[in-house]
């Protein structure tokens, strides 16, 4: 079985930075992409950044300039730093992963169980 465990979240003020981490554990293959998606409280879950094996990054507009995804491949982990924050960052953070799970096999999305981040005063 595959887990996305992350850690980091909690209450930061304006302005202030945050680090989540995300490790991945378990049988698999390897991973392809992995990142970052969000959701507020009655919003719908957006993605905030994604990174693939390859190193090719997306980040939404909104977190541009201010966030950034990183991978240690060696340690199945995958990183968001977040400056700069703001109460509109204020939510949920889900980690993902596209696992291969056998040599050959498709990859299957893997998500975590969330870590809340709060920005408030």
């Known amino acids: 079985q595959v887990q996305l465990v992350e850690s980091g979240g909690g209450l930061v003020q304006p302005g202030g930075s945050l680090r989540l981490s995300c490790a991945a554990s378990?049988?698999?293959?390897?991973?392809?992409?992995m990142g970052w998606y969000r959701q507020a409280p009655g919003k719908e879950r957006e993605l905030v950044a994604h990174?693939?094996?390859?190193?090719?990054?997306n980040y939404a507009d909104s977190v541009k300039g201010r966030f950034t995804i990183s991978r240690d491949n060696a340690k199945s982990t995958v990183y968001l730093q977040m400056n700069s924050l703001a109460p509109e960052d204020t939510a949920v953070y889900y980690c993902?992963?596209?696992?291969?799970?056998?040599?050959?096999?498709?990859?299957?999305?893997?998500w975590g169980k969330g870590t809340l981040v709060t920005v408030s005063s």
């Open positions: 993902y992963a596209d696992v291969i799970r056998r040599e050959g096999y498709s990859g299957m999305d893997y």
């Open positions: 378990g049988r698999f293959f390897s991973l392809n992409a």
């Open positions: 990174k693939a094996l390859g190193g090719n990054t």
